[in-house]
């Protein structure tokens, strides 16, 4: 028998079931069962029994102190927060970062979501990058290693299934990144872990980078997802990757495996399951409310049309592997907030084509970027007059500083 929450998710999905009320997105929620636990009369401490998150059964929907949601005592939460919290059944790097993108576009913009899975051997790079610069494709094909292109910014990471990821998506808001990296933090504290937060999207523990994310706005709402490395294959980490030899220069770093290390290593006790508990527990407290925790079922889950058309979508090989740059043109730089590659052919003067690689997080940035170079004259003025639309057009979206920046040496570069 199906879960009744996928199974409730592809009924919503064929229009059978009304959708979830103030929410387009095809969630049904089942309210019936009464109260199992009761509430806490205390502030709420990190508990990541068995019973604290009341998910132990794959295919099994499971209601938390007897509603969907109850405000936890001990918290200033304002009322009306929403969460939710699903984890994913999957270990197909394709299927799961195509649910992780159904559930940012369909979603309720005013609830607060945590999703968490876990891939088999994958090497995940971000939007722009260059797949062939980034690591290395014929060992990974070779052996077996799924390369995926997310479309988030940010850089490359490998991926196994000593590697739990985290995905929050929550309203637009100034102040949810920060959040989000103290969810994380406070759940790492419970195993005895001291990390922080540092550069543009690491969290450290001695200066050793154990977890990566990247970040995607639309109108409403924020994706913010990362990685955390549990027990990852270091040796497979160095085998399929292939970092850019400037940026780890620019860090005094001899290679990629000498600046991350396995939470394993500080914690023998700490798994997907036990991490994945704490980190449940540090969303509930800081949100100051619970919810049901759910798990996604595959099967029913691929019968929905759009997620079918997301994962295919992922698979595809123009979209993987993106269209050769042969080029006339090619400029390359780094800056703090993200190597730049740039491809590009001129006629007469003119800009007239452009490939545009980087592992800048602002997608929007390079989007504009890219775009805004067809057609721009091949000059330093030409692109000093791009770089003045780019901090017009962009008011609130994109840094100007790194606007004015990037074009100061693109200008000087041509």
Not at 10 to 26: F, M, Q, V
Not at 71 to 89: A, C, D, H, M
Not at 291 to 314: F, K, N, S, T, W
Request: hydrophobic fraction near 40%; glycine fraction near 8%.
């Amino acid at each position: 028998m199906a879960s009744s929450v996928a199974s409730g998710l592809w009924r919503a999905a064929r229009g059978t079931l009304p959708w979830y009320p103030s929410c387009r997105a095809p969630f049904q929620r089942l309210l019936a069962a009464p109260s199992v636990f009761s509430p806490r009369p205390e502030p709420l401490r990190l508990d990541i029994t068995p019973s604290s998150t009341h998910m132990r059964t794959l295919r099994t929907h499971i209601l938390c102190q007897g509603a969907a949601q109850q405000e936890i005592q001990g918290t200033n939460e304002q009322p009306g927060v929403q969460v939710r919290v699903y984890k994913s059944g999957s270990q197909d790097p394709f299927f799961n970062l195509a649910t992780e993108e159904w559930l940012f576009t369909r979603g309720d913009a005013g609830v607060h979501t945590l999703f968490l899975w876990r891939n088999g051997p994958s090497v995940i790079i971000g939007r722009f990058q260059n797949a062939w610069k980034e690591c290395h494709v014929q060992r990974m094909d070779s052996e077996g290693v799924n390369l995926v292109r997310r479309k988030s910014g940010g850089g490359a990471v490998y991926q196994d299934l000593g590697n739990s990821i985290f995905t929050f998506i929550s309203p637009k808001d100034a102040d949810n990144i920060p959040r989000n990296n103290d969810i994380v933090v406070k759940a790492l504290k419970h195993f005895g872990i001291d990390a922080k937060p540092t550069g543009r999207n690491d969290i450290v523990v001695d200066s050793l980078k154990v977890s990566g994310a990247a970040f995607k706005h639309a109108r409403h709402t924020t994706l913010h997802h990362g990685t955390l490395l549990v027990d990852v294959d270091m040796a497979a980490l160095g085998n399929y990757l292939n970092p850019n030899k400037a940026k780890l220069e620019s860090k005094g770093i001899a290679s990629v495996r000498a600046r991350v290390m396995n939470l394993r290593e500080l914690s023998p006790g700490l798994d997907h399951d036990t991490l994945s508990d704490a980190l449940i527990e540090s969303f509930f407290a800081s949100h100051g409310i619970r919810c049901e925790v759910e798990m996604l079922d595959v099967e029913d889950l691929r019968r929905i049309p759009e997620l079918q058309e997301l994962e295919a979508g992922l698979r595809n090989t123009d979209w993987r592997f993106g269209k050769d740059p042969d080029m006339s043109h090619h400029l390359e730089t780094k800056f703090d907030w993200g190597g730049i590659d740039i491809h590009l052919n001129a006629s007469k003067g003119v800009i007239t084509q452009v490939k545009v690689f980087s592992d800048a997080l602002n997608v929007a940035f390079i989007e504009r970027l890219e775009k805004g170079l067809v057609g721009c004259p091949y000059s330093m003025a030409g692109v000093a007059q791009l770089g003045e639309r780019l901090k017009e057009e962009g008011k609130g979206e994109l840094d100007v500083k790194n606007v004015e920046e990037l074009c100061t040496w693109l200008g000087q570069s041509l």
